[in-house]
């Protein structure tokens, strides 16, 4: 019990240490990296509170996918500004903002040491009602049966990230290719790396969602993994990414919460509720939806990452 | 002390460093990663409470030992943080392409916003 306590303490200290680096680093670049390590770090303390998936998700979603965007932001953006550049707040402010932050962190703190025993809890609700499901993991079964209308505004509220995105494009780039995406065609371990680990990437993607029923996993982490690995293709320059004004993209991203919706909305006749599944079919339901859920995600989280849509001055069809 | 209590002042120690980045840098990139250290602590409390309210599906033998409600709306939490953070980094990108835009257009004193308009 001590040992784990020790160790426990260790992670939490190289988390604050970290947090502490990502504040006060000198260069965007350094708190960019010291952010994906903060995640990973994070995701290690997940996995000592039990929630595995929680974990995952931290690491493919908040710590990968995150840390892809804030590095790439960083490397292209002009250097930020340090602590001491005109405009940033003075010695006294800060010391002042300190002081007032550590207010707030402290009175969280003794909120954390004051928190009711026994703790309020949902669990035995949830292991109650868990069978009906045919999820054996309960963390799906609260996603896709108990809480599907989180998970549908979850899956629906990426679509409109990704409309903003594509907004954003200049009057010039409208309908081209996504050109937010670093090149690097010339790069010979790199195009070596996205020919050989995407196999192996998409058979864990793929895996992440097919076992999330039953143990840790679910679509988010796949579709993260799978996403990752096509963003891995196209840096590398050996595919590219579909021009936005595509009708088969359009069709594929919103294929995923279509089928949710439509599922959901037969519930009404089929199983008397928005949402709910008729006895016996939860699980095929389910996974119909997971599936579908996932092509789409991985979908949608690429074309984030691959940014607006720009002149690509290589395709004669998009070309100013 | 638990490892629950630790990982609780952890959280809530992270919420005041990130609340501090928020307010204090001038950078707009290192107030989007200030922001996602806040709420970072803040799922981490949450993921405290998950853990304390956990117990009864670890003795009727389905495996997690933590509140899976909690822990599914962090899930939840991560991928729409990542969506905003997302469109933040574009925006932000948008931003910086236009000033350097504003700024080859010759002399561009007029043009260009001043370096600290508008904030984050």
Request: glycine residues 16%.
């Amino acid at each position: 019990m001590t040992s784990a306590l020790v160790v426990d303490g260790l992670l939490a200290l190289l988390v604050l240490g970290l947090a502490l680096r990502v504040t006060f680093a000198r260069t965007d670049y350094g708190s960019a990296v010291g952010f994906m390590g903060y995640g990973l770090l994070l995701a290690l303390v997940w996995v000592r509170l039990a929630a595995v998936d929680v974990a995952l998700t931290e690491a493919a979603v908040g710590t990968g996918l995150t840390g892809f965007l804030l590095l790439g932001a960083a490397a292209r953006l002009a250097p930020g500004e340090s602590f001491d550049a005109p405009g940033a707040p003075g010695f006294g402010s800060r010391i002042l903002v300190g002081l007032l932050c550590g207010v707030v962190a402290a009175g969280l703190g003794a909120v954390v040491l004051s928190l009711p025993d026994p703790a309020p809890t949902l669990a035995p609700l949830v292991a109650e009602n868990l069978p009906p499901t045919e999820v054996a993991n309960p963390i799906t079964g609260v996603l896709m049966a108990h809480r599907a209308v989180d998970t549908l505004l979850e899956t629906v509220v990426l679509i409109p990230a990704l409309i903003g995105i594509w907004s954003l494009a200049s009057d010039s780039g409208w309908g081209g290719r996504p050109g937010s995406l670093p090149l690097l065609r010339s790069s010979g371990p790199l195009t070596l790396l996205a020919q050989v680990l995407p196999p192996f990437g998409i058979l864990v993607g793929i895996h992440l969602v097919w076992v999330g029923a039953d143990e840790p996993g679910g679509k988010f982490q796949g579709a993260a993994v799978l996403a990752a690995m096509w963003v891995l293709v196209l840096v590398a320059g050996l595919r590219r990414p579909p021009a936005v004004i595509g009708q088969r993209l359009r069709l594929l991203v919103v294929l995923g919460p279509l089928v949710f919706l439509g599922i959901g909305i037969a519930g009404i006749w089929l199983a008397r509720a928005f949402l709910a599944y008729p006895e016996g079919w939860a699980k095929p339901l389910i996974l119909t939806i997971e599936a579908a859920l996932t092509l789409s995600l991985a979908l949608v989280l690429g074309m984030i990452l691959a940014g607006p849509p720009a002149v690509d001055r290589s395709d004669p069809k998009v070309g100013p | 002390m638990t490892g629950e209590t630790l990982f609780g002042l952890s959280g809530a120690a992270l919420v005041g460093i990130g609340l501090y980045g928020l307010i204090c840098h001038p950078g707009a990139l290192r107030k989007i990663v200030a922001f996602n250290l806040l709420g970072g602590g803040v799922f981490l409390l949450f993921g405290v409470i998950a853990k304390r309210g956990g117990g009864a599906l670890a003795v009727a033998g389905k495996g997690a030992d933590g509140d899976p409600v909690p822990q599914a709306l962090v899930i939840t939490g991560l991928v729409v943080a990542f969506a905003a953070t997302a469109i933040a980094i574009v925006l932000l990108r948008g931003l910086g392409e236009r000033r350097a835009r504003a700024s080859q257009k010759g002399d561009g004193s007029s043009i260009q916003p001043k370096r600290h308009s508008g904030g984050g």
